[in-house]
């Protein structure tokens, strides 16, 4: 069964120290992987996605993810912390099931980055 | 970048009262749309998905009868909630995609209380 972990509820970060956020997946074949930022009250907003190519992807507002293959995992990073990235993170992979590709979503990490 | 506007943002309804969501994607035909519900502090549920011009795949434990999902156009997707109850009170957001290849698109969602 395809399946998302994100391990952490929260993670506190000092403004302007890099970040991680942490996400590990299951799935069978080859993962298509995203991530998205949810603001207060608010919609989901797409930040990056990784399908194939390179392991390093590059993403909106300065944020990265590396995807590991042997580790099954695909790290949200940024070198640098802004209070402004204060928000809740989602982590996704692409599945199929009931004839439709969905989206299955981790349960969210809280990003608290203080000044 | 692609848009998808939801409204109402928030609605206030009395139980027994239907209630209808519009999810639409302004700059793009969107083939498939998603329908979430998310509790506090809890991931995004999957409800249901929508292909224009067909009916609506539920996912296992969602009532279509109570949830009524109609994609009537490319643009557009709509959830009704009928004969709503406090339980029902939550977040719905709805997301859309062009493609399959291409990141989900979400509204801003939808806060619905019912009293």
């Known amino acids: 069964a395809q399946s998302v972990a994100q391990p952490e509820d929260q993670v506190n970060v000092a403004e302007g120290n890099p970040l991680t956020v942490k996400c590990t997946y299951s799935?069978?074949?080859?993962?298509?992987l995203f991530w998205y930022v949810q603001y207060p009250n608010r919609g989901l907003q797409f930040l990056l996605k990784?399908?194939?190519?390179?392991?390093l992807v590059k993403g909106s507002y300065g944020f990265e993810a590396e995807f590991n293959k042997s580790q099954t995992s695909f790290h949200l990073k940024k070198p640098s912390a802004l209070v402004s990235d204060s928000a809740l993170y989602f982590c996704?992979?692409?599945?199929?099931?009931?004839?439709?590709?969905?989206?299955?979503f981790g349960a969210g990490t809280r990003l608290a980055v203080h000044p | 970048g692609a848009v998808v506007s939801q409204h109402p943002s928030r609605v206030i309804c009395k139980s027994g009262t239907s209630v209808k969501i519009e999810c639409r994607s302004l700059d793009f035909q969107a083939t498939t749309m998603f329908w979430y519900r998310q509790f506090p502090k809890q991931s995004l549920m999957l409800m249901a998905t929508?292909?224009?011009?067909?009916?609506?795949?539920?996912e296992q434990g969602v009532e279509k009868d109570k949830f009524l999902i109609n994609h009537a156009s490319l643009t557009l997707s709509t959830l009704t909630v009928t004969s709503a109850h406090p339980e029902d009170s939550s977040f719905y957001i709805c997301s859309a995609r062009g493609s399959i290849e291409s990141p989900l698109h979400f509204g801003n969602g939808t806060r619905l209380t019912v009293t």
């Open positions: 996704a992979v692409r599945g199929f099931s009931g004839g439709y590709n969905k989206l299955i």
């Open positions: 799935v069978s074949g080859n993962p298509y």
């Open positions: 929508s292909n224009e011009g067909s009916k609506a795949t539920y």
């Open positions: 990784y399908i194939t190519g390179d392991n």
